[in-house]
Every structure is written in structure tokens, then in C-alpha cells.
């Protein structure tokens, strides 16, 4: 399994990036992806979420309104549309993927075996 991230950079407050992560490896289709980040000093957070499956979407409320999470499956990509954004969005972040979610809370990161290399996000 490989997920290769890319997108990141410097952006200015209230500017907007997209996020693209590459998944080679598994059957797309089958798994849950989701984009987790993490700042200096602050704990690992999962932001957005998505069945490939169903096609369903989840969003942490930090994100809700200004993010979205898509899927392009005959790419095998998820990609993060990120708007609005603040300071506060600065982190790494990080595309992760898990196979057999069930009922379990997409956006927490724990649940999830597979993970990119991250991709920095810098708002200043």
C-alpha cells in the first residue's frame, strides 16, 4: 500500500489549496480515507473523511464549511479542497486509509493502518 501526498505549501490567510493523495496498492474502492494533521506541539487531528465506497463525506467541525474532501476512483485519488484558510490550518498533513471501518468514527485517526508521508501547510 502506498499513499503519496501532494499540494501543500504557502498560502496566505483566506487563501486556498488543494490536497491530492495518490493510493496504489488496494482495491480503492473497498477502503475509508481520510486526511489527519497534526501541528507542533498539538495532538494528531482527523479533519475529513470519505467512504469510497458510498462516496460519503465527514468533516470535523475545526473544517466544516471550508474544506472538502473528493474522490476521483479511476485516478485512485482523494483530494482535500481547502478554503478559508487561518493560522490555525497550519500542520503537516497527512493522507491515511483503512479497509473494514464498519461503524467506527471516520474521523479518528487511530482506526486507520496506511499512511502517506504528509504534506506541509504553512498559513501566514
Known amino acids: 500500500v502506498q499513499l503519496v501526498e501532494s499540494g501543500g505549501g504557502l498560502v496566505q490567510p483566506g487563501g486556498s489549496l488543494v490536497l491530492s493523495c495518490a493510493a496504489s496498492?488496494?482495491?480503492?474502492?473497498?477502503?475509508?480515507m481520510s486526511w489527519v494533521r497534526q501541528a507542533p506541539g498539538k495532538e494528531r487531528e482527523g479533519v475529513v473523511a470519505?467512504?469510497?465506497?458510498?462516496?460519503?463525506?465527514f468533516y470535523a467541525d475545526s473544517v466544516k464549511g471550508r474544506f472538502t474532501i473528493s474522490q476521483d476512483s479511476g485516478k485512485h485519488t482523494v483530494y482535500l479542497q481547502m478554503n478559508s484558510l487561518t493560522p490555525d490550518d497550519t500542520a503537516m498533513y497527512y493522507c491515511?486509509?483503512?479497509?473494514?471501518?464498519?461503524?467506527?468514527?471516520?474521523?479518528?485517526?487511530?482506526?486507520?493502518?496506511?499512511w502517506g508521508q504528509g504534506t506541509q501547510v504553512t498559513v501566514s
Open positions: 491515511a486509509a483503512t479497509y473494514g471501518l464498519g461503524t467506527r468514527d471516520p474521523l479518528s485517526w487511530v482506526h486507520y493502518q496506511y
Open positions: 496498492g488496494f482495491t480503492f474502492s473497498t477502503y475509508a
Open positions: 470519505i467512504h469510497t465506497t458510498t462516496d460519503s463525506t
